[in-house]
């Protein structure tokens, strides 16, 4: 066995010196000996001493002087060199230890040998060769080129290497790159990387491309050395062409390299990134980058990145590479921002898409909103959905950590979106964000960025937080109870500081929710408190963690807000009591408890919170009021314990007493006199044995300040009694049917007489109004409540039950309608503040007036008043001061006091009502002394719409939505008799009501005071769109019924319906009232105005047109199809419609409403225009159908062509044009029109914008327009060309119409045009130019007009519209300047044309300012500025593109209208000054002078001067 053992070197210091006659060692031969001799001679010569000991470097002089001395001796003698090279090269393979004394420095400063020979330029080539090839004999020293213990000086080949560093010149610099490339190419690993590290400090910069080119191919061969050549690549020296080649190299190796070392490569593309390769670049990184989530060992044991996204993960340092680059160069944001806008398909995102954005937001600046704009826009075209970012969340925590904030901050820019897409988007991105993040800061974090947006104010934003965090509570409860201080956490301390009680120890988040409330709506107060109930529900199930304190204390701030005076917070405390009770007594809950004796002490507390919140409203009305409804929504909504029914039934049970009175054989038992007014029994429908009558009379003239609220209460108890009685009773109310029979207790008719009727008191007259005020709101509460029976099937109750059930209910709805024509004629006459039925809100008489909820003027005086008004009014008010009793003063504004303040005038009579005190109040002396004044009602027809009860309509009770089923019913069992003319009148109140419904659903404009409006509309009504479309789904079959009813009734001319109304009036109940009429036109014309509305209302609503809503729309369409088939008309679609088809369906209701335009033309010329606009909405539904098709989130299968969209419109132009050259009828067309100026407004808009050739006919209606009678003439329809709504009346709705439609033509021709000139067609140039020359001719003959036309309105339009088409026209000019060489002609011509527009423009301007026509003068300034603009863009056109003088400027003389010259002293409010003017010639006028074109200018001059023709 032989045992090998590694000599240890001995210490130089101590190794003996060798002896001085040693030779040194010889090569193998001779040769070798002699080789070295002679190159030991020549550097001997030199100065150095080749053959020393093999432990020691040969030492050198000054490696200067040295190289100098050789290089002399090498060029003397041409054979020095290959002999110095020779004994070299023998030298260096005698031994390792030879080569090394070559390569090692004799001085720590000094150069090696080696290092110093290729200085000499006549060695280095063999020299540098030499060393390359002695290189590969040293690879494998040191293990394998394993250098980690071995140090330079015993590393022969890095020793190598070391020699070609920093050299001064390189001799031959192609051939030892070649050379050195070879040996790369073979070398080890590691040294390997050493060669390419120093190839920046080997080679020179012209062999730049060779060592790009070689480090491309080694790329291809080992994947190893990317960083290493990467590092090289940056520190090089390279021109543009080397660059993008080493960036080509760098990209390809993308998708190969390792993940470890892809940050390394990030860097390098990132900091090459120039103005032209960035979007190459972003490109290759978005198709080819992959985040892999790879652990780096090296980096997860680094210190130095400790606790950043990179010490984790090899994804943490990718985005830490990304981060830095795009930080410090924004051209990479701005051309990955690019890149990402031109990806379309949601395929094509990526998971590096959404870092990108991430880290361009995180960085700030100007980029931060495009990068938000950008995702906001991907999200809602659907291009980036929620699982590109769930890869991104979802189980990479430390990677989301330290961007946490952004993600959050991306969520609140989503959150407080208009659009819908957007915050759904945010509440995944809160929901994953919370789900994902554990810690107690970061769910702090969440939590407070919601309750900052619940304080927003804005309605859309606050929903959206809300019912994200009630997801979070509903999902998360228990995770959330850690953190519920910061919720709901000293929610005591709040309230107590806010009543004045406790300390100031607030918790930030509890300040911001409960501050919050007082602004919020009922629906969001019930979602605040929902997620209250929800923590401490499942506080209370946990008991370990403490949570029960968050029951506790939310029960203690709902005792303090039910109990607290101010209405503001009762109202948050009736809502927080009724939901504590629907989750603590919900049946579910109870039953998913494990533990059932824990049920008995739930539903305990929840029935003594309920007694406690009604005790506490008992004496007060509108809170109890509330109370009532909020409890009926409830029972109706969720099921509750059978004790808290059994409790709210014994509570209601007591309805009979306050409200009702007996009756002995349907009489009255005794009659008394109720301050001095007689009453008796109304509305009667179950006769002699009726045994109880509604005791509204007595009760609202007596004793007001008791009995009043007391009423008030009357609909919305017997609103909750009627719940808990379908509840009891499996949806049947049997027990109170007599309800719906009996009759009601009403003044007697023969107060009611107008005369008796003026010589009333004025508190006898208030008494008589709340009487039938109250009885209409009870009539409208037993339609709601009875309705149920009729509009679905209840169990226990039979067919013929229902049917009775339903031809009371529609007498009753003949009742209410007598006693709102009543009501409403009362009030007209005496005007008066009622009393509110349900709780207003912020608008409620009895709160104080909220800044959120009224208009802006509201309670504050105009600052437009002059000061000499103010003295006027003042002497007025400070009487009317003095007269006023103090209590007065303390009184609450009502409703009128708002409508006055807010400027709306609603009449005489009614501005004076607005001094009316509140229900509660009494009336001041001087209203009640104006009412005493004796008054005639006059005939009161019930068929028109109570215009006074409107005002007030908010007041009322709701009808439910399921009260609209009573349409499907008649009263008429006989076919033979005109059932449908007798119950048109109680149609039309439902159809009125379906009609508010809509409106409420979908408001076309803000109404005044519309927050508490449409908030109470909404009450018991609907929940939402989708719901409320399925409850009147089965009403679109009904609604073409009555329509086609209605439209039979204006052909049949006969006048009877008189007598049909009042037979079924009498059958229900009526008093016969002399002076109540119902005429039967207005019946049939309001029938169809409302339903006209209805289907407009419809169609416009944005939800329809959704692929959930298909099948309701289709369903609506068809209800609408023609009954004669109109497949004929449809023949030009090629290929044809399928009569399944919605386009199909849309052109069959359009024809349905063309077919009705000829009956309803000749009988009423509103109404037709009504089903003209009806015909527009549906087109503008086909329109809307098709851009949410487009939209790439709307995956709308519509089955529908495009092609129905000309067809459509073309039918719409006809129709609109036929009305307006229809005669007006049944009345004087002069004084018929004079009233219509809005109609004629909307029909000439639907003709201009549906005709085949805006621009034609607009020049075409201008010509007409000139040549309008100025004077009603008998020949009015010869005069106006055909257009007989084309009157002196009408002249200035068609004359703005006319200037308001060409001025929007122009900009679409301007608009078009610049598109074409990007895609440019044969002819579409000088077609668009054809167009504005159109346009200019119609505007000539517009401004033109004002000659004939002496109205100072028409001088008014023509100047602010003549500036406005100027600017309009002014955006044409670079089209005409790129087009002037091909179109001269025509465009000078133009420009002709328009300049006798604007000198007319002028000459209005200066009469305008002599004769002091404030109207015109307001509007001169911008006009001037406009054509002084005008001049100097058609100088520099003309200046630019014309080779001739075609323009020139002078003096002009000043004339009138008329071309008449005006001496300048003839306006004597004219300064001397304003009367500097240049002119053009006189004897060659603009139209006759092809070759020259003047126009205005003003020199020295504000005022524009005037021309001369």
């Known amino acids: ?73 090498l060029s003397a003698d041409p054979s020095a060199a290959p002999r110095l090279l020779a004994g070299l090269a023998a030298f260096a393979a005698a031994s390792p230890a030879r080569l090394r004394q070559l390569l090692l420095p004799a001085a720590p400063h000094a150069p090696s040998l080696a290092r110093a020979l290729l200085s000499v330029p006549a060695l280095q080539p063999g020299l540098l060769a030499l060393l390359l090839e002695k290189l590969p004999e040293y690879f494998d020293d040191g293990g394998g080129g394993a250098l980690d213990g071995l140090p330079l000086q015993d590393d022969v080949g890095r020793l190598i290497v070391s020699q070609f560093r920093w050299l001064d010149f390189l001799a031959d610099a192609d051939a030892f790159v070649e050379k050195l490339v070879e040996v790369l190419s073979v070398a080890p690993p590691r040294l390997k990387k050493e060669i390419i590290g120093s190839l920046p400090e080997i080679v020179g910069d012209q062999s730049h491309a060779s060592v790009v080119t070689a480090l491309e191919k080694l790329l291809q061969e080992d994947s190893e050395v990317v960083v290493a050549v990467l590092d090289v690549l940056s520190d090089l020296n390279l021109n543009e062409e080397l660059q993008e080649q080493a960036v080509t190299v760098a990209i390809s190796c993308i998708r190969t390299i390792a993940p470890d070392q892809m940050p390394h490569l990030l860097r390098f593309l990132l900091l090459s990134a120039t103005p032209a390769n960035a979007g190459r670049i972003i490109l290759q990184i978005r198709e080819q980058l992959r985040f892999v989530g790879v652990v780096d060992p090296r980096a997860a044991r680094s210190k130095k990145l400790k606790g950043k996204a990179s010490a984790n993960s090899t994804d943490g340092a990718i985005l830490d590479t990304l981060r830095s680059g795009l930080r410090f160069k ?38 931060q909103k495009s990068a938000e704009k950008i995702l906001k826009s991907k999200i809602l075209r659907g291009c980036i959905r929620e699982s590109l970012f769930d890869q991104c969340i979802r189980g990479n925590t430390e990677l989301v950590k330290e961007h946490f904030m952004s993600f959050l901050s991306v969520s609140d820019y989503l959150l407080a979106c208009k659009e819908e897409k957007a915050r759904e988007f945010a509440s995944y991105f809160f929901t994953a964000l919370f789900e994902e993040f554990t810690d107690t800061y970061s769910r702090q974090e969440l939590v407070g960025s919601l309750v900052a947006h619940m304080g927003s104010g804005v309605s859309y934003e606050v929903l959206s937080s809300l019912d994200i965090m009630i997801s979070l509570t509903s999902n998360n409860s228990e995770e959330l109870i850690p953190i519920s201080s910061h919720i709901t956490g000293n929610i005591l301390s709040f309230v107590f500081s806010a009543f004045h009680l406790l300390n100031r120890r607030i918790n930030f988040y509890a300040i911001g929710i409960l501050d919050y409330l007082e602004s919020f709506h009922e629906d969001n107060l019930r979602k605040v408190y929902d997620i209250f109930c929800q923590l401490a529900l499942a506080a209370g ?36 009591a009724l939901r504590i009770v629907s989750t603590i007594a919900h049946v579910d809950v109870n039953a998913a ?27 007060v009305t509108l809170p109890l009021i509330f109370l009532y409804d909020e409890l009926a929504t409830l029972l109706e909504s969720k099921v509750l314990h059978s004790a808290i029914c059994d409790w709210v039934g014994d509570y209601v049970a007591e309805f009979d007493t306050p409200f009702l009175a007996d009756l002995n054989n349907g009489e009255l038992s005794e009659k008394h006199l109720y301050d001095g007014i007689e009453g008796e029994l109304w509305m009667n429908l179950d006769g002699d044995v009726s045994p109880i009558c509604v005791n509204i009379m007595p009760l609202a003239s007596t004793l007001p300040q008791k009995s009043q609220p007391c009423l008030q209460i009357l609909p919305s ?43 009333l008191s004025g508190l006898q007259k208030k008494a008589v109004c709340h009487s039938l005020y109250y009885a209409i709101n009870w009539i409208r509460e037993l339609l709601n409540a009875f309705s149920t029976q009729v509009a679905s099937r209840v169990d226990n109750f039979s067919q013929k039950a229902r049917d009775e059930t339903a031809l009371k209910l529609l007498k009753r709805l003949r009742n209410l309608i007598l006693l709102e024509g009543l009501l409403n004629a009362f009030l007209k006459n005496y005007p008066l503040s009622l009393p509110e039925l349900r709780y207003l809100g912020d608008c409620s008489g009895s709160t104080s007036t909220s800044k959120f909820n009224l208009p802006k003027k509201v309670g504050e005086e105009s600052m437009d008043d002059t000061s000499s008004n103010k003295r006027q009014k003042g002497c007025k008010d400070k009487a009317a001061s003095e007269k006023m009793n103090p209590g007065d003063k303390l009184k609450q504004p009502t409703l009128l006091d708002a409508f006055k303040r807010a400027g709306v005038t609603v009449s005489q009579t009614t501005n004076r009502a607005s001094s009316q005190p509140s229900s509660s109040g009494m009336m001041s002396k001087d209203i009640e002394q104006e009412a005493n004044d004796p008054g005639e009602l006059g005939l009161v027809d019930l068929m028109t719409a109570p215009v006074q009860l409107d005002m007030q309509r908010f007041k009322f009770r709701t009808l439910h939505t399921r009260c609209l089923s009573l349409l499907n019913y008649s009263e008429c069992q006989d076919s033979s008799c005109s059932s449908f003319e007798t119950e048109l009148p109680v149609y039309l109140y439902l159809l009125r009501d379906l009609h508010n419904k809509l409106d409420n659903l979908n408001p076309a404009t803000k109404p005044f005071l519309s927050t508490s409006q449409a908030k109470c509309s909404r009450v018991h009504c609907h929940d939402n769109t989708q719901e409320f479309l399925e409850k009147i789904q089965s009403l679109f079959s009904v609604l073409r019924k009555h329509l086609d009813g209605a439209i039979s009734m204006i052909r049949d001319e006969s006048e009877s319906c008189t007598d049909n109304w009042s037979s079924h009036s009498s059958s229900a109940g009526n008093p016969d009232i002399p002076y109540v009429v119902v005429s039967k036109s207005s019946i049939a014309t309001a029938v169809c105005k409302e339903i006209l509305g209805c289907y407009r209302k419809l169609v416009a609503i944005p939800d329809l047109l959704n692929q959930p809503n298909m099948l309701v729309l289709k369903q609506l369409l068809q209800t609408l199809q023609p009954t004669e088939n109109f497949d004929d008309i449809l023949s030009e679609f090629q290929p044809s419609l399928a009569p399944s088809n919605v386009d199909y369906l849309y052109c069959g209701a359009y024809k349905m409403f063309e077919d009705i335009m000829d009956p309803v033309c000749s009988f009423s010329y509103l109404l037709s225009s009504d089903v003209l606009i009806t015909m527009q ?31 459509l419109r073309k039918h719409l132009g006809q129709s609109a044009h036929k009305l307006l050259t229809a005669d007006q009828p049944s009345e004087h067309a002069e004084n018929g029109w004079q009233s219509k100026g809005d109609l004629i407004q909307k029909i000439l808009q639907i003709y201009l914008r549906n005709s085949d050739s805006t621009s034609d006919l607009l020049c075409e209606l201008s010509k007409a327009l000139t040549q309008a009678p100025l004077l009603k003439t008998k020949g009015t329809q010869e005069a106006s060309n055909g257009f007989p709504t084309m009157c002196s009346s009408t002249i200035p709705t068609w004359y703005r119409v006319l200037h308001e439609e060409n001025t929007g033509t122009l900009n679409k021709t301007i608009k078009q045009a610049h598109k074409t000139r990007a895609l440019p067609e044969r002819g579409s140039i000088h077609t668009i130019l054809e167009e504005i020359q159109k346009s200019v001719e119609a505007f000539v003959y517009l401004i033109q007009m004002c000659k004939t036309h002496e109205k100072v309105s028409i001088h008014a339009m023509a100047v602010k519209h003549g500036g406005k088409y100027i600017d309009t026209f002014l955006k044409a000019f670079n089209l005409l300047e790129t087009q002037f060489k091909e179109h001269n002609a025509i465009i000078l011509t133009m420009l002709n044309e328009l300049q006798k527009a604007t000198r007319t423009i002028q000459t209005i301007c200066s009469e305008a300012k002599g004769y002091k026509r404030t109207m015109i003068t307001s509007k001169v300034p911008p006009a001037k500025r406009s054509m002084e603009k005008f001049l100097f863009q058609v100088k520099a056109l003309l200046h630019n593109c014309s080779t001739e003088k075609k323009f020139w400027m002078g003096n002009l003389k000043h004339k009138d209208m008329h071309g008449h010259v005006v001496s300048s002293q003839v306006y004597g409010s004219v300064d001397d000054e304003d009367e500097e003017q240049t002119q053009t010639d006189s004897d060659t006028p603009a139209d006759e002078n092809d070759n020259t074109l003047d126009e205005d200018a003003a020199e020295g001059s504000n005022d524009v001067p005037m021309e001369e023709e």
């Open 541 to 576: 199930f946990n008991t370990g963690s403490g949570g029960s304190s968050v029951a506790n204390e939310l029960l203690m701030v709902v005792r303090k807000q039910v109990s607290n005076p101010d209405m503001k917070y009762r109202r948050m405390g009736i809502i927080g």
């Open 330 to 367: 924004n051209m990479l944001c701005e051309a990955f921002l690019k890149e990402l806008k031109s990806v379309d398909h949601p395929k094509d995102h990526k998971v590096i898409d959404v870092w990108l954005i991430m880290l361009i937001y995180a960085n700030g600046g100007a980029l």
């Open 593 to 619: 408890m494990n533990c059932s004796s824990s049920q008995q002490p739930n539903c305990e507390e929840a029935l003594e919170l309920l007694k406690m919140s009604v005790n506490s409203c008992k004496f």
């Open 717 to 759: 108890q017997f609103s909750l009694l009627s719940t808990i009685e379908r509840l009891v009773n499996e949806g049947s109310l049997g027990g109170i049917n007599a309800l719906l029979g009996c009759p009601l207790h009403l003044p007697s008719t023969k107060h009611l007489d107008g005369a008796k009727w003026g010589n």
């Open 1 to 73: 066995m032989v045992f090998l053992q590694r000599s240890r070197p001995a210490n130089p210091r101590k190794r003996p010196p060798p002896p001085p006659d040693a030779e040194p060692p010889r090569a193998a031969g001779a040769d070798s000996s002699a080789a070295v001799d002679a190159a030991a001679a020549l550097l001997a010569d030199a100065g150095c001493t080749l053959l020393v000991p093999p432990h020691q470097a040969p030492p050198l002089p000054s490696s200067h002087a040295f190289a100098a001395r050789l290089g002399r001796a």
């Open 1177 to 1207: 909405s549906i087109v503008n539904s086909v329109v809307v159908l098709f851009d949410k098709s487009g939209e790439s989130n709307q995956k709308i299968q519509i089955g529908c062509s495009k092609a129905i969209i000309p067809f």
